[in-house]
């Protein structure tokens, strides 16, 4: 099938064939649970599963079932659908610093409405951002893809560097600062860091923002904020949250949010769709069902194990690592042809990896242990070719995606992975932890400050 009509032949540029290597398949054309299946039949096990979409597993019965019967029953009115409102009373229950929400449809549009949110509130412009958050104009001018975005001042702190925040939030006057609470880095340095922003923010009236866009639905207790008790102003959620159905979410204090009544605008026809909504109702139940994050724990904490066992029992651990929180992990090389010989060879034998491996409730012991054979294996192999990888590598290296990332700088000493989960006393400290709440940023009314006539 020729792709020739889009652009790079996709729509979301972390597909591009140039991300990947040239064993990569170019198309999928089905899922079921962990698994994919390429236009030639051939199936795969997935570890990007969707960028971090898909929480589930492809196709999992109780989402394909509601999805189904909502179908059945017409998929958007012209009025709001009662479904809508039980959604965003299960969303603040499990979420309880989102006391008022509205329904979007992509991360990017969560994003956007947030920052608008932020800046009609405090009647302030500048925003101070940490990671990605989609190709909205407001954003993408701090990108190096920027072309044809209209400059604003919005300027990247990278993550952790409170000094570097702290003069940015005295130098500039924020409306906000949004980040993506956890970048591959641990619970206990998310949490020190996110206390100390929380307070700066609530010190400077600035609107605190997450984008839980990956962590939210993903994390120990449904989102980093509940995970580490640190609550923001406002919360952007999609990806997993409708297990690889178009559905996202902005919300937070009501009062904040109450903007949406007066001037600001943040309005969209799918905003409501029931499929989406259908789709995240089923998976929030299952969610608090099943023990989803004790299975991603399990099966990341294999994957992580099995990777960075295989790195030091060739002594490349220096350079060669797995990070993240079991949920989302990533694999660190020593350059991209390392990178691009270790995915062919994975590839080759059914293991598709990419940008992340985003585990997902699908995958199973079985395929993690196909999986976990196959790293030692790849790993065995890459090592003869260490020293000249592009040897192995039958096609170019595998591109960097746009989504730039900041990776934690190693530790003097690899820790030992622990074989299971935390344990109790860790466990009760997290679920003890002191929750930070404090007041929200003061309204101030008027136009931000140039929002008009802006460069
Ligand atoms: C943290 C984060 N925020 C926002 C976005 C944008 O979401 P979308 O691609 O659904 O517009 C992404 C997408 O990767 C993301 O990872």
Redesign the pocket.
Known sequence: MSMNRLPEQVNTLSKRACVHTISHPRLFVKGKGCKAWDADGKEYIDWPCS??ANLLGHAYPSVVEAIKSQAEEGTLFSLEHPKVGELAELIHDTIPSMEAMRFLK????A?SAAVRIARDYTGRWPVIVC?????HEWYNCTTPKNAGSVTQDVTSVKWGDFAGLKRLVDEKKPAAYML?PYIYRDEDTCKKYLQQVRKLCSANDVVLIF?E??TGFRSRKITAQETVKVRPDLT?L??AMANGVPM?CVGGKKEIMDVLKADCFVSSTYGGELLGISAALATLKVLKEEPVYHHLEMMGQKLRVAFNNSATSFSRHDTTECIGQPQRTFFKFPTAEHKGAFWQYCVERGIFFGFAQFVTFSHDQTSVERTTATVREAMYALNKYWDRPQEMLKGPAPQETL?TIVLPEKKPKAAKEPEQPRGAEQKAAFDNAQEIRPDSPKRKRGRPKGSKNKK
Do not use: F, I, M
């Not at 992509?106 to 549009?109: L, Q």
């Not at 990671?131 to 190709?135: A, I, P």
């Open positions: 960028l971090g992509t991360g990017s549009e994003c990671g990605y958050h989609g190709w993506e984008d866009n990956v952007c999609g990806k996202a989504r």
